[in-house]
């Protein structure tokens, strides 16, 4: 393709494996190399030290230039690489469909039939089973609170036996594979966002909620930490602690001041920073 397309650069997306061949593509043919680190190829290096780390600064010291997600990225590759003067930032575009009509968005005052909802994909690493096992937590405060799970991946049968074996099904409803075009709809319909993952770039989904309206309650890793400040615009919860994340929600559905509160602050930070 390079050769046709007689291309003057070569843009890669994730520094494993697709860096690697970027950048012996753009020696191959003398072109500039932009690698963009999503999240999942930091990590994978910062867990290992093997091969992979070496790719990883290989990758890293060969580009021409590096773009980042979140600012935790940045200060990670610079520590591990010792480079500061060819990293940028700038984390994934929200799409104006995201962006709420304020008439449309109604804060619902019946605190009893919130509706709760995550869109992350049935991962180990986005942990959705541990939003499950707060849910009844919750329901013994709130009896009529609906959670909406939307997504699909290898643990969706485990998350489904979960919420079968403590008895959600009237509770939680499954909705699979949710179309990128109807998420405005399904976001924008959504009282709270929660996103139990253990470890994100900037997560596009997080943004997608903000600039929706639904109120975040996410983990307390440090790119979430770019977006969420506790208590002010959403919550932060430690990852894996399910009784912390059930009592942030109940906090959420009780405190409406501060759900509409956050609607103007997060959709002003996304429309200012994306």
């Not at 039939?113 to 709130?142: C, D, Q």
């Not at 997608?208 to 208590?231: C, H, K, L, Q, Y």
């Amino acid at each position: 393709v390079a050769l046709k397309m007689k291309c003057n650069l070569i843009h890669v997306h994730w520094a494993i494996p697709t860096g690697l061949i970027g950048i012996l593509c753009g020696m191959i043919f003398k072109k500039p190399v932009i690698v963009t680190i999503h999240g999942s190829d930091l990590k994978l290096t910062l867990e290992k030290k093997g091969i992979i780390r070496k790719i990883f600064i290989f990758v890293c010291k060969k580009a021409s230039h590096i773009h980042c997600v979140s600012k935790f990225q940045k200060d990670e590759i610079e520590k591990l690489v010792l480079l500061k003067d060819k990293i940028s930032i700038t984390p994934m575009g929200v799409d104006e469909s995201f962006l709420f009509k304020e008439e449309k968005r109604n804060i619902n005052s019946n605190s009893s039939h919130l509706t709760i909802v995550s869109n992350r994909s049935l991962f180990p690493i986005y942990n959705v089973i541990s939003l499950i096992r707060a849910i009844p937590i919750v329901l013994s405060v709130f009896k009529e609170v609906r959670f909406f799970i939307a997504g699909d991946g290898p643990e969706r049968r485990k998350i489904e036996d979960e919420s079968v074996r403590l008895n959600l099904c009237k509770s939680v409803q499954f909705f699979g594979q949710i179309p990128h075009e109807e998420m405005p709809y399904f976001l924008g319909n959504a009282d709270i966002y929660v996103s139990t993952s253990l470890s994100d770039g900037t997560s596009v989904s997080l943004l997608e909620a903000m600039a929706s309206g639904a109120f975040p309650i996410v983990s307390d890793i440090s790119t979430n930490r770019e977006w969420i400040i506790d208590g002010e615009n959403g919550f932060l919860f430690p990852v894996n602690d399910e009784k912390t994340l059930a009592k942030r929600i109940i906090e959420a559905i009780n405190n409406k001041k501060l759900r509409e509160k956050a609607i103007y602050i997060n959709q002003s930070m996304v429309q200012k920073r994306v």
